[in-house]
Structures are given as structure tokens and as C-alpha cells.
T-cell receptor, first 110, second 112 residues
Framework: TQLLEQSPQFLSIQEGENLTVYCNSSSVFSSLQWYRQEPGEGPVLLVTVVTGGEVKKLKRLTFQFGDARKDSSLHITAAQPGDTGLYLCAGDNAGNMLTFGGGTRLMVKP | DAGVIQSPRHEVTEMGQEVTLRCKPISGHDYLFWYRQTMMRGLELLIYFNNNVPIDDSGMPEDRFSAKMPNASFSTLKIQPSEPRDSAVYFC??????????FGPGTRLLVL
């Protein structure tokens, strides 16, 4: 079983602060996806990273795939209350279905 | 497109009762997935279909769980008999080939 561990599990910060969440595994993935899930809804894909060392930016969100393709991070700059939600990473090992991490539950207070 | 449609959105039932969850995938998508989400175990894949054929049901927890996909636009997940530990949010998702999965809004199930 390929496991993805996310940290921290919970994070509560003030509006305007920066934060980083991590997604780690002992397994190599062909690609890794990040999702955001809001209360009462299903996860929505934010980004897919494919190449080791790849960095992708989505407005104030920066995603990085580790060089060895075993880990990833999500950095949010100047967090806003609208960033509140559950952030999930999911690894794709070609030939198998996605493996989801346990998630990081983020709350941004105004 | 209306996205993935799930019904009901909420279900409260008593232990021992049969529960049927329904899903309409996005038109044209050939993969359909059923997931279960709990605080303890996160998001788990239960079963997935390709072109209406079940491919991998290794995530189905017990024989009490069964899933069908009679046609490309409809799938059901049935729990019979239901137990309190089945309480969770059940998501259906669909994708074209094995591209990005699109999730439905989920069915929140509470078994008393």
C-alpha cells in the first residue's frame, strides 16, 4: 500500500499570514495532485505536478514536487478567509488509482 | 454540464436497513469511482468502473457493500444491512480516460 502523509493535520491562522503544508511518502509517484475541499462539497483539483522539482503557481498558491517525486508541498502567501478548507494531496502511480493523503484542514480567520 | 450528480444528499437510517446511493456521472466520462470519506480514514476508494464494467472492488469493505453500473449514465452503491460504522460521506467521481476525476457533492450517511 502506498501511503501519503500530510502535515499538519490542522492549521488555524490569521488572514495575511503565510503557510506551508506537506505531503510525504516513501513511494515514488508518476504525478501528484492537490485538491481543495470545501464543506458540503467534493474535492476539486487545484494542480497536477509531474516532473521532479517542478514548481507551479496558482495566484497565491505555490506547489512543488520533490526531486525524487516522493513528496510535495503547498505554500500559501497572504492567506485569505476564502482559502479555508481541506487540502488533499493524491499520488498517481501509473497503472494504479489515486492514493489520497489524510488532508490538512486549514482555517483562515479574518 | 451539471457535473456529477448524487442522490440523496443526506440519508439517515437505522441499523439493519438497506441504503442505496445513486450517481449520475458527467456525460462522456468512461470511468466512475465510489469513494468513502471519514475523519479517521480519510478518502478511500471503494470501487471503480471502466465503461460500466467493475475493474477493482478491493476497497469494498464487506459483502454488505455492492455497486452496479447498468449503463453509462447511472451507478448505485448499496449497503445491506447498514451498520453505524458505515456512517460517512460517500462520493462518486467520474473521469474521461484516467484524466482528472470530477467529484460529486457527496451523500452524507448516518446510520443510527
Amino acid at each position: 500500500t502506498q501511503l501519503l502523509e500530510q502535515s499538519p493535520q490542522f492549521l488555524s491562522i490569521q488572514e495575511g499570514e503565510n503557510l506551508t503544508v506537506y505531503c510525504n511518502s516513501s513511494s515514488v509517484f508518476s504525478s501528484l495532485q492537490w485538491y481543495r475541499q470545501e464543506p458540503g462539497e467534493g474535492p476539486v483539483l487545484l494542480v497536477t505536478v509531474v516532473t521532479g522539482g517542478e514548481v507551479k503557481k496558482l495566484k497565491r498558491l505555490t506547489f512543488q514536487f520533490g526531486d525524487a517525486r516522493k513528496d510535495s508541498s503547498l505554500h500559501i502567501t497572504a492567506a485569505q478567509p476564502g482559502d479555508t478548507g481541506l487540502y488533499l494531496c493524491a499520488g498517481d502511480n501509473a497503472g494504479n488509482m489515486l492514493t489520497f493523503g489524510g488532508g490538512t484542514r486549514l482555517m483562515v480567520k479574518p | 454540464d451539471a457535473g456529477v450528480i448524487q442522490s440523496p444528499r443526506h440519508e439517515v437510517t437505522e441499523m439493519g436497513q438497506e441504503v442505496t446511493l445513486r450517481c449520475k456521472p458527467i456525460s462522456g466520462h468512461d470511468y466512475l469511482f465510489w469513494y468513502r470519506q471519514t475523519m479517521m480514514r480519510g478518502l478511500e476508494l471503494l470501487i471503480y468502473f471502466n465503461n460500466n464494467v467493475p475493474i477493482d472492488d478491493s476497497g469494498m469493505p464487506e459483502d454488505r457493500f455492492s455497486a452496479k453500473m447498468p449503463n453509462a449514465s447511472f451507478s448505485t452503491l448499496k449497503i445491506q444491512p447498514s451498520e453505524p460504522r458505515d456512517s460517512a460521506v460517500y462520493f462518486c467521481a467520474s473521469s474521461f480516460l484516467r484524466d482528472t476525476p470530477y467529484f460529486g457533492p457527496g451523500t452524507r450517511l448516518l446510520v443510527l
